[in-house]
């Protein structure tokens, strides 16, 4: 792929580069009413995920929520920020550079790179940077467990849009979904398990995964059924009989019914029925952020103590950690696999020529 300047002047002899793309959903640049307004705009503004007529929802987002919600999610959003900056923002660019090492330490030679679907840095800004460096593979990796047209499908529209208006395209692999792949289950259970090595095991281990509509399971959507799958395989792995975890669905919104069971009637259940101890990990994030962090830890404990429950923890997500970094790896290194930069395959044909000079050597000099 040839490189452009802004003097109209192409770079012929730059080398072709090997890129992964990690897309998160996004965050505000700061936990401010002006800065939640501008992200909320452009989230709620995706037909993806509010699947309502748009004349209708536009009256609805313009005229109600945009001029209440803001204000109340900064002040959300500022008892969960960091002097680094966003939690989601933060993880997700530990995560960029730590996948690039443990590639890079696995012989491989791919880049990483990441981007928000909605806020900064935008995909088509990064893919931008891309095309700069001359990278004419790229595996999109959108960190989501499980897919969903309100998620997945989304950041592939994007990238996809994007790619329309480039004359010299590179070419695209994407990654689905990892809600099964067993090194993601496994570092879910040492995450877990590291916890309960040190403060003991709960009485009830719930599962919370963000919620979607109702209608979308209708629809085909399959976020329902990957979900289900991930909790069962965590459990299988953690060894729990059914009475020992829950699977529930938070961050409703609306008046329409969602998937259910919710996590917060759950933890009023559960409360309410003086349950000794519950532990809630979200297998659907890879990243802390305002639903994990505000929603989770702070208001479902809220909501357990409240309905009559004593103890109450949240384990956090698996983030940087370094299984979680392997597990990322391994995918990468699956979809990425025959791709020049990977570890099994050369880099170039010169490359690939010489390889196979040294071997009828090695074979002559057996001989």
């Known amino acids: 792929m040839a490189r452009y300047s802004a003097a109209n002047a192409f770079d012929h002899s730059m080398p072709e580069r090997t890129a992964v793309l990690l897309v998160q959903l996004g965050t505000p640049d700061a936990p401010e009413t002006s800065a939640v307004r501008r992200y909320l705009r452009e989230f709620l503004s995706d037909p993806r995920v509010v699947e309502i007529p748009k004349l209708v929802w536009a009256l609805i987002l313009n005229g109600i929520i945009l001029n209440v919600r803001p204000a109340r999610s900064a002040e959300k959003y500022a008892t969960i920020w960091t002097d680094e900056g966003s939690p989601l923002a933060v993880h997700t660019a530990n995560q960029a550079r730590r996948l690039g090492q443990a590639l890079e330490a696995r012989g491989h030679s791919i880049e990483v790179a990441w ?70 289950i496994e570092a879910l259970a040492r995450h877990v398990e590291a916890y309960w090595a040190r403060e003991g095991k709960p009485d009830v281990l719930m599962m919370s995964f963000h919620g979607v509509p109702r209608r979308s399971l209708l629809l085909g959507d399959p976020y329902h059924c990957e979900c289900l799958v991930t909790g069962r395989l965590l459990a299988e792995r953690l060894q729990l009989a059914p009475e020992q975890f829950r ?65 109450y923890r949240y384990l956090g997500c698996v983030n940087d950690s370094a299984e979680f970094i392997s597990a990322l790896a391994r995918l990468v290194e699956r979809h990425a696999a025959g791709w020049p930069g990977t570890a099994t395959e050369p880099a170039c044909p010169h490359a690939a020529l010489a390889k196979r000079r040294e071997r009828a050597v090695a074979l002559g000099a057996e001989r």
């Open 115 to 184: 981007a928000m679907r909605y806020g900064r840095p935008a995909i088509s800004q990064v893919m931008r940077e891309m095309r700069e460096r001359n990278v004419t593979r790229l595996l999109v990796l959108p960190l989501y467990p499980q897919y969903a047209a309100s998620t997945t499908a989304t950041a592939f529209d994007t990238v996809f849009s994007e790619l329309s208006g480039w004359r010299n395209q590179p070419e695209l692999r994407t990654i689905r979904n990892f809600h099964d792949h067993g090194p993601y």
């Open 247 to 311: 699977v529930t669905f938070q961050s409703r919104f609306g008046k329409a019914e969602w998937l259910q069971p919710y996590t917060d009637r759950t933890l009023e259940e559960l409360g309410a029925q003086k349950t000794g101890r519950v532990d809630v990990v979200c297998p659907g994030f890879v990243s802390d952020c305002l639903e994990t962090l505000e929603e989770i830890a702070i208001e479902g404990r809220e909501t357990f103590i409240a309905a009559g429950g004593s103890d």
